[in-house]
């Protein structure tokens, strides 16, 4: 077309027709681009946001921070301290098997409770029982709270008759995947639920939740969760840091079977 005068900016290195200074300098030293497009010269930050404080760093990588699922446990921090409260005999004088109170604390069924739902599952539940009047000595919860050797919950007919007050762990193979507390009727209290695949469970919060009908129990007595089989061992809260206590060795609330299957019956 004879005579056609773009009005497009040209490349920097053209040397004919019209040419348009760059808002970073010189049209010969930076490619033009349409202002609106400028990087800007620096971040802009809202008044309202000015005093903020910058982030301390991380004392544990960000796999502390995430929920148990798909059961990667990270090892816990050094050990809670945990100061005598009073309110309840020391753990040695507590009958064993038997719960130290006949009804859950309330704090259990406090829905995401900040301090609770910012841990990782056996911390949070090692804080709550310091909080309730439970624990009276330093444990770690990771490794204190329960162990695979403990009795068995073999099933949702033994879930709903646990007693209030039992830590509830959820092993891999020998791995622990998750702890929770029993509140009664076959209920239990935990952060960051999802990895056991329980009905309502979430990623992180703590929540107060139905384990007899919302795990998914095979005939077995076990728990199928994310393609995986967990087996579910509960202990008194209060006996928290003390030896293994296999069904043969507890006053078992079921009756004397302890680890057998019992049909459940739905």
């Known amino acids: 077309m004879s005579g056609f005068d773009s009005t497009f900016p040209r490349t920097p290195f053209a040397n004919q027709g019209p040419s348009y200074p760059s808002p970073q300098g010189s049209s010969h030293s930076q490619p033009h681009h349409p202002h609106s ?61 038997v719960a130290p109170l006949g009804q859950a604390h309330q704090l259990a069924f406090k829905h995401h409770d900040p301090m609770l739902s910012a841990q990782m599952c056996w911390d949070a539940i090692a804080t709550y029982g310091k909080r309730a009047g439970m624990l009276h000595s330093s444990i770690n919860g990771q490794h204190d709270l329960v162990d695979r050797h403990d009795t068995q919950v073999a099933g949702p007919a033994q879930m709903q008759s646990l007693p209030a007050n039992h830590s509830i762990g959820f092993y891999d193979g020998d791995r622990l995947a998750h702890v929770m507390v029993s509140t009664g009727h076959g209920y239990a209290s935990g952060n960051k639920n999802d990895c056991v695949g329980v009905a309502g469970g979430t990623m992180v919060g703590w929540q107060n ?47 004397g079977g302890g680890g057998g299957f019992i049909p459940p019956g739905y």
Request: hydrophobic share 30%; net charge positive; proline share 17%.
């Open 209 to 255: 939740l139905d384990l007899v009908n919302g795990l998914q129990w095979d005939h077995n007595g076990q728990v199928v969760a994310q393609n995986r089989v967990l087996t579910v061992v509960h202990r008194p809260l209060a006996e928290a840091g003390q030896r293994a206590q296999p069904a043969s060795a507890m006053n078992n609330p079921y009756g």
């Open 37 to 97: 497009y400028a990087a800007p010269t620096q971040q802009h930050v809202p008044p309202a946001l000015g005093g903020l404080q910058p982030r301390r760093p991380r004392t544990h990588d960000l796999s502390y921070y995430l929920s148990c699922g798909p059961c990667r446990p990270s090892p816990s921090p050094p050990a809670i301290p945990l100061q005598p409260m009073g309110g309840h005999p020391p753990i040695s004088t507590q009958p064993t098997g």
